[in-house]
């Protein structure tokens, strides 16, 4: 797993993980997650476009000036 974000709303926690393919995705999520103790259910998306922290301030700036 690459970072885990505790959260608001419907979910409790959000664990972002990076794999090599959608078969390591189906592996890491069916065989090893929900193997843990406490994970009742999960929910996968799939991102398909990764900004950097400069597009982020850029894009969330509009109106601010």
Same mark, same amino acid.
């Not at 592996?27 to 009742?40: F, R, S």
């Not at 999960?42 to 950097?52: E, I, P, Q, Y």
């Not at 982020?56 to 509009?62: D, K, P, T, V």
């Given at each position: 797993? /690459?970072? &885990?974000? /505790?959260?608001?709303?419907?979910? #409790?926690? &959000? %664990?972002?993980?990076?794999? %090599? #393919?959608? #078969?390591? *995705? !189906? ?9 843990? !103790? ?6 996968? *998306? &799939? !991102?398909?476009? %990764? @900004?950097?922290?400069? #597009?982020?301030?850029? *894009? @969330? /700036?509009?109106?601010?000036?």
């Amino acid at each position: 797993m /690459s970072e &885990v974000y /505790s959260v608001s709303g419907e979910y #409790d926690l &959000v %664990a972002l993980i990076r794999v %090599a #393919d959608a #078969d390591s *995705m !189906a592996e890491v999520v069916t065989d090893q997650m929900l193997k843990l !103790a406490g994970i009742t259910r999960t929910h996968t *998306m &799939v !991102a398909f476009r %990764a @900004f950097s922290r400069h #597009d982020l301030e850029r *894009m @969330f /700036s509009i109106g601010l000036q």
